[in-house]
């Protein structure tokens, strides 16, 4: 699903922001344009990183005289997108991103996506060692949060991979206890708002997941996500989510949308249609006025313009690939 490349320039570009630097990027030379501003925090409360990729493409368009590709990656780089936390130093990663979220008077958005066994050995497979590797990860993202205000989008596929059989029984019990201590030890803070992950409106039925959702530590968390790095529709998944929340006591939901403006692709090898399809679009900008109470926020967890993995052309999984960020957003509505 998603790579972990990300990491590494995640927190160089924090620290840098908080040094009052910047972090140089694909800077060819001119003049950089006018920082990322944040949202409007009633409408959108989560940061914009002003260094992020998208940002520094939108930079390098602009320094070659292409004002019109320029425009359209800004449609990526100003807004917040969530980081992805990497496996190497992951409390002095979450505190560099929290602390320049809160220099911004902004919320940080993170992913944690470091279960093991992850992703099935697929274009993103790894993960921790092992169930101790695995808490003391979280240990060190627990520190680097702080008290800092951040909602955390937990193991996205983990317990889909446990109902769809794509993760091997032995390693079951081990998931279900790493995730509910995952969950206990986040909401060991009080402004540390998390959403265990749940799939999408496409693979299955509600009925399926929703025991294992309990058993990962749903009814503790703030809530679950839904379509993360997917396509499928707003509307389904509102409706999937929905009928889910329905199950797992009224709990509250996040939608995925940052690339869902077309829904989901229907051709091709139907294995790999979630991976790098062509004539996607971005979808509704991240918000939590969704007007709906049960949907906490329309979230882009998944970063518009890094690829799914090396499929269909794509560079490894987490890689900007600029060719695709801009497909995406000459396809989008706004």
């Known amino acids: 699903m998603y790579g972990k490349v990300r990491a590494s320039a995640a927190v160089a570009g924090a620290v840098l922001l908080l040094m009052g630097c910047s972090s140089g990027g694909s800077d060819s030379g001119g003049d950089k344009p006018e920082p990322m501003k944040q949202q409007p925090k009633d409408k959108d409360p989560y ?6 990729y998208a940002a520094d493409q939108v930079a390098a368009y602009e320094n070659d005289g292409k004002d019109r590709e320029a425009e359209q990656i800004r449609k990526i780089a100003a807004q917040p997108t969530a980081d992805w936390i990497g496996v190497e130093n992951p409390e002095e990663e979450t505190r560099g991103i929290t602390q320049a979220a809160q220099k911004a008077d902004r919320d940080a958005l993170l ?3 470091n279960i093991p066994h992850r992703d099935c050995g697929q274009y993103s ?56 201590g995952a969950v206990e030890k986040l ?24 025991e294992p959702l309990k058993r990962a530590g749903v009814e503790k968390a703030d809530g679950f996500s839904v379509n993360v790095s997917n396509f499928y529709s707003t509307a389904d998944s509102v409706e999937y989510g929905k009928e889910l929340s329905a ?45 709906d109470p049960l949907v906490h926020a329309f979230l882009w967890v998944k970063r518009p313009g890094e690829s799914d993995g090396e499929c269909k052309g794509g560079p490894k999984a987490g890689a900007w690939w600029p060719e695709y960020a801009l497909e995406l957003a000459k396809s989008s509505k706004g």
Request: net charge negative; hydrophobic share 30%; proline share 8%.
């Open 111 to 113: 992913v944690l996506y």
């Open 187 to 210: 909401k060991s803070s009080q402004n540390t708002k998390v959403y265990v992950d749940a799939g999408n409106a496409g693979w299955g039925k509600p009925d399926q997941i929703f």
């Open 47 to 52: 940061w914009v990183n002003p260094e992020g």
């Open 247 to 291: 199950k797992v006591g009224g709990r509250p939901f996040v939608i995925d949308t940052s690339r869902n403006g077309n829904g989901p692709f229907t051709g091709g090898n139907p294995d790999e249609r979630w991976c790098n399809p062509p004539g996607r679009a971005l979808g509704e900008t991240p918000t939590t006025k969704t007007g």
């Open 125 to 180: 497979g790894g993960g921790a060692a092992d169930g101790d590797a695995y808490r003391a990860w979280i240990d060190g993202v627990v520190k680097g949060i702080g008290d800092r205000p951040t909602t955390v989008v937990l193991e996205p596929d983990a317990v889909l991979h446990l109902v769809d059989g794509c993760t091997p029984k032995q390693f079951h019990e081990e998931r279900y206890h790493l995730l509910w």
